[in-house]
């Protein structure tokens, strides 16, 4: 039996993407903050016979279970009668129930129709899980190895239920904790990052998952099992490892963000960044300013989209754009120092790129990105070529121009320090 619990989700609104299991979202996280987690979450129609092949599987292997939805008292809601099928239990009409539904009608002048007395049935042997919030009950089944427990579907009801009878049923399995960080890398492919860490896999009791994000790869680590000091201190022992071993390539944890991190480092550095942008035309300008506090370190930008426009507002030379094409280190270059002189800016970044799907030659191939930072001193040059659609590798030149301001400030801190 794994210590991971199982989820199913019973609605055939569900399988339709019209409706989301926000149910298991939410449920999710609350395992997560009582130190357990699912191994199988799963959403199953309105059909009895499915509900019990699911069910049956996992009471199989799971130490407990939790059905949501298909508790109401009309004919599609069929949870009840697929856990006795899966348990081969009798569903039987309990009188004291019964007698609790009717009153609910009586005290609200609502009449009984006979259906409703379905939600007065469930599995012999089966315990009720009260609703405060309307008629549905819930309904709750030990079965040696493992729990169930079967909630309805309006969230507001789930909810209320699970916290004050699911909870602590689930919390009494044992005093644990569960801890897990996110480290966030730039510059990097996913398989280049495995590769690199594939010893680490096997840490004791840590999983790491490796998986590409909105601006790089993240690294997730997850330690459950443990008490709450010993998980965090496995987390922090991983992230040790890991962290000496990605260097520079590692920018941040949990939800930062490279344009946090570079706005941090540019406040630090009492510097200033302006832009140049043709194939982003303003995304990397509006990542940067989606930092609070930005003003201090953000002088301004030019979106340059058209030829004329890179040589009048850019100051990027006629004759260059001709022998070398808008899409050249040559003109990323001269937006940068641009960028930097006629805003008045410390760092200057040029990024000029061929983003598709048209436009593409085998020269000057989709993809094609030329981003140049230029400071007092230099230029320096990134040539990238991204996969994806045009939202992909407009998204992907904006983190990698962020990137190059990153590294850039950190040499420059480092050589700072050595001075
Ligand atoms: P109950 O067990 O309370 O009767 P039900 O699933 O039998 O719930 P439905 O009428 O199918 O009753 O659904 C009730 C409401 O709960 C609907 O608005 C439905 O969209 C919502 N709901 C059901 N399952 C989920 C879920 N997994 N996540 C979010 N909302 C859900
Ligand atoms: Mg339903």
Request: glycine share 12%; net charge negative; proline share 4%.
């Amino acid at each position: 039996v794994s210590s991971k619990g199982e989820l199913i989700a019973v609605g055939s609104e569900l399988l339709r993407g019209s409706h989301r299991d926000t149910n298991g979202d939410w449920l999710s996280e609350q395992l997560e903050a009582l130190g357990f987690s699912l191994g199988v979450r799963s959403a199953v129609e309105d059909d009895p016979e499915r509900i019990a092949a699911l069910a049956r599987r996992a009471l199989d292997r799971a130490p407990f279970v939790l059905v949501v939805g298909g508790l109401g008292p009309t004919e599609d809601d069929r949870t009840r009668e697929g856990l006795a099928l899966a348990l081969d239990l009798p569903l039987e009409r309990d009188p004291e129930q019964l007698r609790r539904l009717e009153s609910w009608f009586r005290r609200r002048a609502r009449p009984f129709l006979p259906e409703q007395a379905r939600q007065a049935e469930r599995p012999r042997g089966a315990e009720w899980i009260d609703n405060p919030l309307g008629t549905a009950p819930g309904i709750a089944l030990e079965l040696g190895k493992s729990e169930l427990f079967a909630l309805p579907g309006v969230p507001a009801e789930m909810r209320a239920m699970f916290s004050s009878f699911v909870a602590p049923r689930i919390a009494a399995r044992g005093n644990r904790s569960l801890a897990r960080r996110i480290l966030r890398v730039a510059g990097r492919t996913e398989l280049s990052v495995d590769r690199q860490l594939s010893d680490l896999y096997g840490l004791p009791g840590v999983a790491v998952t490796v998986l590409s994000g909105h601006e790089g790869i993240e690294i997730h680590l997850l330690v459950e099992g443990f008490r709450a000091e010993d998980a965090d201190d496995r987390v922090a022992e991983a992230d040790r490892l890991i962290s000496e071993r990605l260097g520079r390539d590692l920018y941040g944890r949990g939800e930062e963000t490279l344009a946090q991190v570079v706005g941090s480092l540019l406040s630090r550095g009492d510097r200033t960044l302006a832009t140049a942008e043709s194939c982003t035309a303003g995304l990397l300008a509006g990542a940067v300013t989606e930092v609070a506090g930005s003003s201090r370190w953000f002088r301004g930008g030019l979106v340059v989209y058209s030829d004329d426009l890179k040589r009048e507002l850019a100051g990027v030379d006629a004759r260059t754009l001709q022998r070398h094409g808008a899409v050249s280190e040559q003109v990323a270059g001269q937006l940068a120092s641009g960028a930097r002189e006629r805003c008045g800016a410390d760092l200057g970044i040029g990024i000029t790129g061929v983003a598709g799907p048209g436009g593409g030659t085998s020269e000057k191939p989709v993809g094609l990105v030329h981003l140049a930072l230029a400071d007092r001193y230099e230029i320096r040059h990134g040539r990238m070529l991204f996969a994806g659609n045009r939202e992909m590798i407009r998204r992907r030149t904006v983190a990698a121009a962020l990137d190059l301001v990153r590294r850039h400030l950190l040499e420059f801190a480092e050589k700072g320090e050595e001075q």
